[in-house]
């Protein structure tokens, strides 16, 4: 009766460290394995630019797409796109993303492309976020200590 209990108690112990150990990879796995979408609007006095951005983060690669429109300070509405693939690893709590393939963005005369990144627009450019879980629904992306956008997360 003695060695049943302690076999069973070293089971029980064993499937507690096991189901811990896959719990933990879980967690780590899901670090480098989501997608969220965030929605932003940059405004300048030449016009307003308003933007859904989807991110998608898979293992080391990554995609990034964005839809939406640009309205000049006339009131002239010029449709917008991007979609970039990238590299990205963590460093503690940063996010390092560098762009490989991405499509060129109109440069429309008074737009905001002078004060967009230029991982948005060439091969080979980097962009470090701080990266906050704010909740299990989604991220606080920082720029240089301020806070840029929210994403939410998407089970896409």
């Known amino acids: 009766m003695r060695n049943k209990n302690v076999r ?44 859904i951005m989807h991110f998608r983060f898979s293992g080391d690669t990554g995609q990034y797409e964005s839809k939406g429109k640009y309205v000049t300070a006339s009131g002239r509405e010029i449709p917008t796109s991007n979609k970039i693939d990238f590299t990205f690893w963590r460093d503690g709590d940063a996010l390092v993303m560098i762009s490989d393939e991405t499509n060129a963005i109109p440069k429309t005369a008074g737009s905001v492309y002078p004060y967009t990144p230029d991982f948005f627009y060439s091969r080979e450019r980097g962009l470090r976020w701080k990266l906050t879980m704010e909740n299990a629904a989604g991220y606080l992306f920082s720029y240089d200590g301020t806070p840029a956008f929210y994403c939410a997360i998407t089970r896409k």
């Open 8 to 51: 069973l108690l070293l089971n029980l112990l064993i499937t507690l460290v096991v189901i811990s150990v896959a719990l933990a990879g879980y967690v780590n796995w899901q670090k480098n394995h989501f997608s969220c979408e965030a929605q932003i609007t940059l405004v300048t006095d030449r016009g307003t630019e308003d933007l």
